[in-house]
């Protein structure tokens, strides 16, 4: 049996072993704001519940590793003391990676991660619409756990008012485990669906997504794409440039025809197509050809 002593390996290392044997951990897509109300959104799986009465939800925004610096998140529910809490299913997985990309202070992350914000009634962060359950929470205490890269901040949030999306009710009224069909990470880029087994989601770049709201309005209100699908397209570096958008329109044999006869919708169908066979870089080109 391998035997490790924590302070022996490096933190990045350490952390590797640690969130690829505890698992699967809940994902908390928590939405702040700052103290302007300006709104940020960015995913946890350091979360659980841990009491009823009163309800009590933890998530810890660590310390990054590389560097020693601390999210925004942490800095928003510091200065005001309220957070929402969304739980992540699989139709919303892809846009709750992207959320995770680090923009710069001020960028609206509901925006790059296309999902829909709506306002709270309690507190000043906005809740997810996507999520199926989104709890408002006031902020009771921050415990810092070390000054350290890798240090968590034990966040410890009071449910204040529950929002549930009717549609994941069972006949009694109470949450249906099949129908929520929530996801949770593992280590690496792995996660985990309730009752399906484990996929993959490729990571933010670390150089920044486009993110959704570079996808053209046409697209997103086709009805042909998914959110997962958005999270996709929003994960690339740059969009193709306009030769080798041509050149794959002239290279395509079906490409012609779709784009004479004007039918977004085959255009939309056959980007869908690459999507399913992960090549994101066809599918843009198809969505972006004229």
Known sequence: MKTIIPKEISTAELQGYLQGSIGPRPIALASTVDADGRPNLSPFSFFNLFSANPPILIFSPSRRVRDNTVKHTLLNVQATMQVVINVVDYNMVQQTSLSSTEYKDGVNEFVKSGLTMIPSEEVRPFRVKESPVQFECTVQEVIGLGNEGGAGNLVICEVVKIHIDERVLNEKGGIDQHKI?????????????AGKGMFEVEKPLTTLGIGVDAIPKEAIDSGIFTGNDFGVLGNVEQLPSEEDI?????????????????????????????????NVSLAWKTILAK
């Open 181 to 193: 069909d929530l996801v949770a990470r593992m280590g690496g880029n792995w996660y985990t669906r």
């Open 246 to 278: 041509l050149a794959f329109s002239q290279s395509e044999p079906d490409m012609r025809e779709i784009l004479t006869s004007g039918n977004s919708i085959k255009k939309f169908e056959k980007a869908k197509k690459y999507l399913a066979e992960n």
